[in-house]
Every structure is written in C-alpha cells, then in structure tokens.
C-alpha cells in the first residue's frame, strides 16, 4: 500500500509541478506502477504473503470468539 501511495503522490507532483518534481521524469512513475504491479500480482502471491495478512486476522478473530466466551462462562 505505501508503495501505492507514493505513486499517487509522486503523479500529482509530477502534474502540477512541484519544486523539483516538475524536473522529474514519467519514465520512473511508470516504472513504480510496473513495479508495483508485479509485486501485487506475482511476487506476493507467490511469497505467500496475501495469505499470511488473512491468516492472521483469522486468528485474532479466533482468540477475541475464545476470550469472548470464557468470559461469558464466568
């Protein structure tokens, strides 16, 4: 996501040319965004990294349902 961000910043800059980002070339925004295109669509996935974020809200659900309902018990 920052890396999105930061091409979303470094566009607007680029557009209403800021101090030395008017200077700056496209050639690197379209370079971040195929950047962040293929980490997004091939290296995460295939990293596993997509499924450890939704791993790892699973189990905190998991262990706030558990603390939950030893609470009730008591």
């Known amino acids: 996501m920052p890396i999105i961000l930061l091409i979303v910043a470094l566009c607007g800059l680029r557009y209403f040319e800021v101090w030395k980002f008017a200077e700056l070339s496209w050639w690197w925004i379209v370079g971040l965004m195929v950047f962040a ?13 997509d499924k450890r974020k939704a791993h790892n809200v699973d189990e905190q659900r998991r262990k706030d349902r558990v603390k939950q309902n030893f609470d009730k018990k008591k």
Do not use: A, I, S
């Open 37 to 49: 295109f293929v980490w997004f669509e091939f290296l995460e996935p295939m990293l596993g990294l």
